[in-house]
């Protein structure tokens, strides 16, 4: 059985400008909140913009608790952080669905984040993703690799010692 | 457990009021509003506002793309009702929707800043003064606080082509530069936690522009010295907005400088219509700031003022020997240190992708290009993507 993953907007929109968007879909079940779905209309190769039209493919997950969005938003101001409603969107899913999914981002402050609400676990780089996928080839952006995504766990756990004075 | 349900209604009831007042703020009707977020009725949001329907993330997030609030402000303990900048138009006109989208911007400027633990600095400029110093000659005062902030600025011979520079980069205004209706010139707003903000119509002429900004920059220094009753919005000349004209001139018009670059064109101390032309154009000033300016430093008769400015040979001259200034140096909408700022928020991670998009009004897509054209990437990143 396929695992499922939950995409944000810039690994969406990354995949597709590296032609990888398929490989993902092929070994896993993709998931996406409705805001990130709206959020990338397009993604850009060799200068040319083209349209992103993916909802055949994947899971739209339509019913986000408001609850759960506010607790991202305030953990966010507690650990100084600047994330948009996409990625609060989807962290939030994350936090409050009791389903087997995984989140996969390249955004810095949102795996931050992530550690920061000990969320790290249900998280995943997107270099490990196509690995587990069988991707071999290494034409990844920094903000793939497996190593700066742990650099941001090592962060996010650094900001909840500082203001949450937890370990 | 009552207790947890209790906070849940205030949180939810809080929720609502925001809503709804986030939307008048806004300065959209209720149905309007509802149709713009795509609901079929009206019906539907008035549910919400009300807390009689609940809302769902989504419709959150759409209503605070639509009423140009961050998400945090749904959320936040502390509501507080938004601070009001000054308005300054020769005719009135609704501001809503732009002094929200002013707002907006300074918000998210405030919060780079707070982001990045950076300090402001705007305070060192506040004047030490009170409504009494104006009271006996108060177009004297502010002649001279014009002359007393140039000098502190150091702002030097022709200080209309680096004010915008030094306030924004020297004492961390926020200077926004908008398309506005006609008729609406800009605004100023000092507020403890957004600090100093300006809004200039990106549509005026550079002289405009310029005598905009150091007008609204007695409105910042003499902040509190007049109420905001006692300054209008500018659709009628009170006393506080001569004031400032009297301030902005001899702010952008030192007398010295002036009276040198005079003495240089014009010959046997005549002074010509085309004199004052040449000499708005080198201080980037109107015609009629340096007309005035010249009356009130006594080296033009009143009269002989008001002659040359009812003169429609003037008016053209003025036109003609301007027309390729008009358009020849427009300001980005957004300062540059706003978005290196955003920049710096980005590359350490204290900011996300999508909120750096959401700030610079740009593209998701485009978010690395962004990043590329500011000197923001890292080597290696440039040639994977070259590649």
């Known amino acids: ?167 | 457990m009552g207790a947890a349900m209790e906070s849940k209604r205030s949180r939810e009831k809080d929720l609502n009021k925001r809503i709804s007042v986030a939307r008048e703020t806004a300065g959209f009707s209720i149905t309007e509003a509802a149709g713009k977020l795509g609901f079929r009725n009206y019906q539907t949001l008035s549910a919400m506002e009300k807390g009689t329907r609940n809302i769902t993330a989504d419709e959150l997030i759409a209503m605070a793309r639509l009423y140009g609030r961050r998400l945090d402000y749904f959320f936040e303990a502390d509501f507080s009702p938004d601070p009001v900048p000054l308005w300054r138009m020769t005719q009135k006109s609704d501001v809503h929707l732009v002094q929200r989208q002013f707002l907006s911007f300074l918000e998210n400027y405030s919060k780079l800043e707070n982001l990045l633990g950076l300090k402001r600095r705007w305070k060192d400029i506040q004047a030490s003064y009170d409504r009494e110093d104006f009271s006996d000659d108060g177009f004297e005062r502010a002649g001279k606080l014009g002359v007393d902030i140039h000098q502190r600025l150091d702002l030097g011979s022709r200080p209309a082509s680096n004010l915008l520079s030094v306030l924004e980069n020297d004492l961390r205004f926020k200077i926004l530069h908008l398309p506005l209706e006609d008729g609406v010139s800009g605004a100023s707003i000092v507020d403890n936690a957004l600090g100093v903000g300006i809004l200039i119509n990106i549509n005026d002429a550079p002289w405009r522009r310029n005598f905009d900004l150091a007008h609204e920059l007695f409105h910042v220094v003499t902040w509190g010295v007049f109420s905001p009753v006692e300054i209008g919005d500018g659709t009628k000349k009170t006393r506080p907005e001569k004031y400032a004209d009297i301030f902005a001139s001899s702010l952008l018009m030192p007398e010295s400088h002036l009276i040198n670059a005079l003495n240089e064109i014009a010959s046997n101390n005549e002074i010509r219509p085309v004199d004052i032309i040449e000499l708005a154009k080198d201080f980037g000033v109107s015609s009629e700031a340096v007309l005035w300016r010249l009356v009130n430093l006594k080296r033009l008769s009143r009269s002989k003022g008001n002659k040359v400015l009812a003169d429609p040979d003037f008016r053209e001259a003025d036109r003609t020997m301007r027309r390729d200034l008009y358009g020849a140096t427009k300001p980005s909408k957004f300062p540059s240190r706003f978005e290196f700022l955003a920049c710096r928020c980005l590359m350490d991670g204290r900011i996300s992708r999508g909120t750096f998009a959401e700030f610079l009004e740009i593209d998701r897509s485009e978010v690395d290009e962004c990043l590329v054209g500011a000197g923001f990437m890292d080597a290696s990143y440039e040639k994977i993507t070259a590649a």
């Open chain 1, 1 to 167: 059985m396929r695992k499922s993953l939950l995409l944000d907007a810039d690994v969406l929109i990354d995949l597709h400008s590296l032609g990888l968007f398929q490989w993902i879909c092929k070994s896993y079940h993709v998931h996406l909140t409705r805001k990130v779905l709206e959020e990338v209309p397009f993604y850009k190769k060799q200068g040319a913009k083209y349209k992103i039209d993916i909802s055949a493919d994947v899971t739209i997950i339509e019913s986000i608790g408001i609850e759960s969005l506010g607790k991202v938003q305030n953990e966010a101001k507690e650990a100084r952080l600047g994330i948009d409603p996409g990625e609060s969107a989807s962290i939030a899913y994350i936090d409050e669905t009791d389903k087997e999914i995984t989140f996969c981002t390249c955004d810095k402050a949102a795996i931050k984040l992530i550690s920061y609400m000990n969320l790290e676990e249900r998280s995943i780089s997107v270099e490990t993703a196509l690995r587990n996928a069988g991707y071999r080839e290494k034409n990844l952006y920094p903000r793939h690799l497996e190593k700066s995504f742990k650099e941001c766990i090592k962060e996010g756990k650094a900001l909840r010692i500082q203001f949450k004075r937890l370990v």
